[in-house]
T-cell receptor
């Protein structure tokens, strides 16, 4: 089954404790993205990657890092999380403008 | 710069009534247009998309949308809503390297 998986689905952490949210797709898509969703703000793109070792900033990249060492994986790294990064995060992959979303990761930073 | 506007934050309709959710975009060329639905606690599911050709696009779950270039609009419609259609709906515009989302319209259904 074609899918995008994210882990963990729920995470509660404390300010400053580094964390990684994993994302994996099995569709051999070159293009992957990370979004955050906040009430009243819709989805905002954090980072995207057009291929292995190629990443670029989206609209809200501050406080986040990504890496793309292999095509299927695109982890999101928060080196020093802060409470304003409490949000719902979605990974997505796409080809020819058909975008597939992961199930989401709800992150709470206290 | 590209932008997507969904003017209605919330819409309430009665079950069985018709529905139209509005979406306006700002873009220099013919855009790629999408509608997604997000049910409570769920991820986003693609309802339909427009790339080119027929301006009336059919999607899943009985939804359709019409691209109107003169109005820069891509409104979503359904002739008769069901209680299960209660969700948040996002319009999106695509270009080569990114897709920009509107802020969403939350649909409430009255029994």
């Amino acid at each position: 089954e074609a899918q995008v998986t994210q882990n963990p689905r729920y995470l509660i952490t404390v300010t400053g404790k580094k964390l990684t949210v994993t994302c994996s797709q099995n569709m051999n898509h070159e293009y992957m993205s990370w979004y955050r969703q906040d009430p009243g703000l819709g989805l905002r793109q954090i980072y995207y990657s057009m291929n292995v070792e190629v990443t670029d900033k989206g609209d809200v990249p501050e406080g986040y890092k990504v890496s793309r060492k292999e095509k299927r994986n695109f982890p999101l790294i928060l080196e020093s999380p802060s409470p304003n990064q409490t949000s719902l995060y979605f990974c997505a992959s796409r080809t020819s403008y058909e975008q597939y979303f992961g199930p989401g990761t709800r992150l709470t930073v206290t | 710069a590209q932008s997507v506007t969904q003017p209605d934050i919330h819409i309430t309709v009665s079950e069985g009534a018709s529905l139209e959710l509005r979406c306006n975009y700002s873009y220099g060329a013919t855009p790629y247009l999408f509608w997604y639905v997000q049910s409570p606690g769920q991820g986003l599911q693609l309802l339909l998309k427009y790339f080119s050709g027929d301006t009336l696009v059919q999607g899943i779950k009985g939804f359709e949308a019409e691209f109107k270039r003169s109005q820069s609009s891509f409104n979503l419609r359904k002739p008769s809503v069901h209680w299960s259609d209660a969700a948040e709906y996002f319009c999106a515009v695509g270009e080569n390297d990114k897709i920009i989302f509107g802020k969403g319209t939350r649909l409430h259904i009255l029994p």
